[in-house]
T-cell receptor
Framework: GENVEQHPSTLSVQEGDSAVIKCTYS??????FPWYKQELGKRPQLIID?????GEKKDQRIAVTLNKTAKHFSLHITETQPEDSAVYFC???????????FGSGTQLTVLP | GAGVSQSPSNKVTEKGKDVELRCDPI?????LYWYRQSLGQGLEFLIY????????KSGLPSDRFSAERTGGSVSTLTIQRTQQEDSAVYLC?????????????FGAGSRLTVL
């Protein structure tokens, strides 16, 4: 089955700096890669996703890049703000699978 | 409903007791998932329902765990003879489709504490 590795497990940045979180996956048939943000005590919420037919997607301050050859994808947050502090999870799914496999999460702390 | 509803939000039980956790998915969503999140950990897949198909139970950690989905809507996760290691937040999610296009909407979770 699919295996998703996520790094780093914790990340601290100064407000205004950029943050990058990286994930690798094992199943070359995976074709959908979402990112979820989970604030303390709240439910995970989808913030951005990318499908295997594109290499990059942007939505305001967040972007995701996908390298299918290397089987890795990354979340980029620019101009970080304190409200970006949360746990971020990457995930992957292949067309033959029926459930998302999640990474272990990254605790992002944006220092004011 | 407008979102995925879970109940109870918090449950404290004694070791050895049975517990039932309920999930009411978004109306019209055919796919329903249960995940478990232990303190500070990631999301561990438990079970998946899609329409009238047989559920994918491959993530259930032991035979003390079971789940059912009645009428293709509400789901109940049952944990029998609870153990302290069962303490976690149990998250339910639903999706309108399955496969490569599924976008999961999560409920707020049921926090289970086994004393």
């Amino acid at each position: 089955g699919e295996n998703v590795e996520q790094h780093p497990s914790t990340l601290s940045v100064q407000e205004g700096d950029s943050a990058v979180i990286k994930c690798t996956y094992s199943d070359s048939a995976s074709n959908y890669f979402p990112w979820y943000k989970q604030e303390l005590g709240k439910r995970p919420q989808l913030i951005i996703d990318i499908r295997s037919n594109v290499g990059e997607k942007k939505d305001q301050r967040i972007a995701v890049t996908l390298n299918k050859t290397a089987k890795h994808f990354s979340l980029h947050i620019t101009e970080t703000q304190p409200e970006d502090s949360a746990v971020y999870f990457c995930a992957a799914i292949s067309g033959s699978a029926r459930q998302l496999t999640f990474g272990s999460g990254t605790q992002l702390t944006v220092l004011p | 409903g407008a979102g995925v509803s879970q109940s109870p939000s918090n449950k404290v039980t004694e070791k050895g007791k049975d517990v039932e956790l309920r999930c009411d998915p978004i109306s019209g969503h055919t796919a329903l998932y249960w995940y478990r999140q232990s303190l500070g950990q990631g999301l561990e897949f438990l079970i998946y329902f899609q329409g009238n198909s047989a559920p994918d139970k491959s993530g259930l950690p032991s035979d003390r765990f079971s789940a059912e989905r009645t009428g293709g809507s509400v789901s109940t996760l049952t944990i029998q003879r609870t153990q302290q290691e069962d303490s976690a937040v149990y998250l339910c999610a639903s999706s309108p489709t399955w496969g490569g296009a599924n976008v999961l909407t999560f409920g707020a979770g049921s926090r289970l504490t086994v004393l």
